[in-house]
């Protein structure tokens, strides 16, 4: 997810419905680029339109949908990042019809992802406005503050989630939302939200975050670096042993939004200032580009993240702009599993 604004000023708005987000950092939406994929961008994927989720909201100026997560049974919930006070926050998305109804709202909070925890089955949000984890039950009842605070002394401005399979949370904290700060953090949350661990800081706006099939490592990106950096961890997953830069995405007037994985291993990087993910390899090489109908990608500018149906190559990515909110599906590479989903 990309914003304009300062936390500070997040939290101001937020609380008067008047929030404007634009992805998930900082840099404003450009026009998308034109189908078929460019030489350099792997083969071209095409997505089909499968809901129209949310339209353009008069208080906020905008719609942009985000954290896409399957359950077991095959139900897709979402958050609209943008929505005002008393409008659907967490909206459930029938796949199979397109129909689509909100399960929970709040007068102050900023979803930017969603994920369903392993050790739970509650839904964590990250709240982008207060700094704080919240989780609900997949209906939407039962709302709790998992987590809010500072983390080692500063507040953080959570983005997406990625869990392990004890429950832990791992969370990419953009922190400085203004160009050119880089101090941004991966942390980690216990899965009681007493204990926090920073596992790498000094980051460029950290977006996206997801586990390798194995939960050896993370997959992270920067949003203002237009990076995707692998985190290799030790066996409790409470250190970071190595890191290094794996991939450059040349994604021109875009910037790296959200990841997902699929069972094989590919990267699904979701891409803000243009409706499309870029497909990578393990080992970086630039696979695919799922892309929408050029007459769809018109009026809509930004390809959030994807959730992938366990088992199944089935797909289906957020995508927001002027023209509202929509879900697209699409075939992957890989089938999905559970860091396949959400984010």
Not at 324 to 329: I, K, T
């Amino acid at each position: 997810m990309t914003t304009h604004r300062t936390p500070s000023a997040l939290a101001g708005l937020a609380a008067a419905g008047l929030l404007a987000l634009t992805g998930c950092g900082t840099q404003s939406a450009s026009a998308p680029a034109k189908s078929p994929a460019t030489p350099g961008e792997g083969r071209s994927i095409r997505a089909t339109q499968v809901a129209h989720v949310t339209d353009v909201h008069e208080a906020t100026g905008m719609t942009l949908l985000e954290g896409p997560v399957l359950d077991t049974h095959g139900n897709l919930s979402l958050v609209d990042v943008t929505a005002p006070p008393g409008e659907p926050k967490v909206i459930s998305v029938d796949v199979a019809t397109g129909k689509h109804r909100g399960v929970y709202t709040d007068r102050t909070g900023a979803y930017t992802s969603a994920q369903i925890s392993p050790y739970d089955g509650r839904m964590y949000l990250t709240d982008f406005a207060t700094g704080s984890v919240v989780s609900i039950e997949r209906d939407g009842s039962d709302p709790r503050t998992f987590f809010s605070g500072k983390v080692d002394g500063s507040t953080m401005t959570p983005d997406d989630i990625a869990f392990d399979d004890d429950g832990h949370l791992y969370v990419s904290d953009a922190h400085g939302t203004e160009p050119e700060e880089t101090d941004g953090r991966i942390v980690r949350i216990d899965r009681d939200g007493k204990r926090t661990t920073v596992l790498a800081d000094g980051l460029a706006q950290p977006n996206g975050i997801m586990f390798d099939p194995g939960l050896h490592g993370l997959w992270i990106s920067e949003l203002t670096e237009d990076t995707v950096s692998y985190l290799l961890l030790n066996a409790d997953r409470t250190t970071v042993t190595s890191q290094h830069e794996a991939i450059h995405v040349d994604g021109g007037l875009a910037q790296t939004d959200s990841i997902a994985v699929d069972a094989d291993g590919n990267l699904y990087q979701a891409l803000h200032g243009r409706p499309a993910m870029a497909v990578y390899s393990k080992y970086g090489a630039r696979l695919a580009t799922v892309e929408l109908p050029a007459k769809d990608a018109e009026g809509l500018r930004s390809a959030t993240n994807v959730a992938i149906t366990p088992g199944r190559t089935k797909a289906y990515m957020t995508v927001s702009g002027p023209d509202g909110g929509y879900v697209y599906g699409f075939t992957a590479l890989g089938k999905g599993i559970r860091q396949s989903n959400g984010g």
